[in-house]
Each structure stands twice: as structure tokens, then as C-alpha cells.
């Protein structure tokens, strides 16, 4: 079993690569694979509970923890109460330490 | 003993957020006290070039002072001083066939010149590789 660190970095609106990596993250703890989804910079517009289209909702039916960086939030001015609460605010440091928490962990940015 | 990052990065300063990013998640692994190396690659030769200028905002009306626009060039020398006083590893290489494309060889003290080779070794020598590519 792997061990999988996804980085979306981009707005679901933007384009309809993310939700194909919001799918790979969703169909990886499918097979069994051990998967954490962390958005970064436009990334984090997805974690609101009012964006349209249940972005997440694979990601999370599939219980892949999902992480916001609290500085996009901050920039963005997402408040928690504006948060799905399924998704979790993180300090960057806690991407480098998901990084680096076990060898072999392969790490995706999108 | 400490672990190393071995971080690409191919964005070209001031054009996105990835730039940003990849210093927070430096400076993040550097507090740490983790090693990092750092291949820049592309775009991204251009982050240690020296020439670069703060600017006033011509829109705002304020000065070069006060608008304090930071360059990527001093982002780059505080990550250095950070490892320095954290007493680990900051390696950056500048990809040298990307540096002479653009003319970008004139750098703030603390990068080399280097290669894909270089990151190659890097991958399989690291705990860890984080690849930044641009959109």
C-alpha cells in the first residue's frame, strides 16, 4: 500500500483538470492506496461548504482527509464558519512534515 | 541526522503563487531543521538574479520605501541566512543551459550552476522530492 501527498494549488473553476485530481485522490483510497489531499493557494476556494457542485464530496465519502493551508485561507478571507468542516486548516509546516513523515511517499502538485 | 527535501521549482519570479509557496514551504522545512535542495529549473533561474529592483507604485503614489516591495532575490538570501542560523543545508542550483538562454548568470551569493544530472542525484540521494511545475 502507498502513500500518496496531493497538492491542488488551483481553483476548481479554473480549468477541469481539478476535478480529474480531486478524482485521482478519491479513486487512490479506492485501491487501497493511504491519500491526503492539501489545497493550497487558489486550492482553497474548494473548502467552502456553499461552492457549487459538491466538489469534494468523492474525496470525502472515500475518507481521504483533506487539508486547507491556513494562509490561503487567511489571504482569501474564508472564515471557518464558510469552511466545510470535513476540511481541516494546516500550517505549511504540516505539508513538510506529510512529506517527509515516511519514505517512499509520493508527492503530487497540481 | 537530518533529512533532506529536494525541491524543483520552474516558476518565474512575480508571475504566480507558486513562487510564494515554494519559499513558505522552504522556509517551513528549514525551520525544521530539515536540509533542503533547491533545483531551479526554467523560469525559475531568474528568482537569484542580482539586477533585480524594488519599485515605487506609480497607482498608490508611494515610494520605493514605502512600498517595500519585496524582491525574490532577498527571499532567496533570508532562506540562506535562515540555514545558517538553523546550522543545516540550503543547496540551489540554477540550471546552467536555462540560466544562458535567458542571461540571468549575474546571482546573489549562495546558488550554483548545475543541471538535471544534479537533480537527478538529488531524487535518489533525498527522503523526499516535491516538483513545482508551472500551469
Known amino acids: 500500500m502507498g502513500r500518496y501527498i496531493l497538492i491542488e494549488s488551483?481553483?476548481?473553476y479554473e480549468s477541469r483538470d481539478v476535478p480529474y485530481f480531486y478524482d485521482l485522490a478519491a479513486e487512490l483510497a479506492t485501491q487501497g492506496e493511504r491519500v491526503t489531499l492539501f489545497l493550497v493557494q487558489n486550492g482553497a476556494l474548494a473548502s467552502r461548504k456553499d461552492?457549487?457542485?459538491d466538489l469534494l464530496g468523492r474525496v470525502l465519502q472515500n475518507e481521504v482527509p483533506v487539508l486547507v493551508d491556513s494562509f490561503?485561507?487567511?489571504?482569501?478571507?474564508?472564515e471557518d464558519s464558510e469552511r466545510h468542516q470535513s476540511v481541516k486548516p494546516a500550517e505549511i509546516g504540516s505539508l513538510v512534515d506529510l512529506i517527509l513523515a515516511e519514505g517512499g511517499t509520493k508527492v503530487l502538485w497540481h | 541526522m537530518a533529512k533532506t527535501l529536494t525541491i524543483c521549482i520552474m516558476e518565474p519570479p512575480y508571475e504566480s503563487a507558486n513562487s510564494t509557496t515554494s519559499m513558505r514551504i522552504i522556509d517551513a522545512a528549514l525551520q525544521k531543521g530539515i536540509n533542503v535542495n533547491v533545483f531551479a529549473y526554467e523560469g525559475a533561474v531568474s528568482l537569484t538574479v542580482k539586477d533585480q529592483?524594488?519599485?515605487?507604485n506609480p497607482v498608490h503614489g508611494t515610494s520605493v520605501e514605502e512600498e517595500k516591495h519585496p524582491t525574490t532575490k532577498e527571499l532567496v538570501a533570508g532562506l540562506f541566512e535562515l540555514a545558517k542560523e538553523k546550522g543545516v543545508k540550503l543547496d540551489w542550483i540554477n540550471c546552467?543551459?536555462?540560466v544562458d538562454e535567458r542571461g540571468a548568470g549575474n546571482?546573489?551569493?549562495g546558488p550554483r550552476r548545475g543541471g538535471p544530472a544534479d537533480f537527478h542525484k538529488w531524487v535518489q540521494e533525498s527522503d523526499a522530492t516535491l516538483v513545482i511545475p508551472t500551469k
Open chain 1, 72 to 78: 490561503a485561507l487567511r489571504e482569501r478571507g474564508i
Open chain 2, 53 to 56: 529592483k524594488p519599485h515605487p
Open chain 2, 107 to 109: 546571482w546573489i551569493e
Open chain 2, 96 to 98: 546552467g543551459l536555462c
Open chain 1, 51 to 53: 461552492a457549487r457542485g
Open chain 1, 10 to 12: 488551483r481553483d476548481p
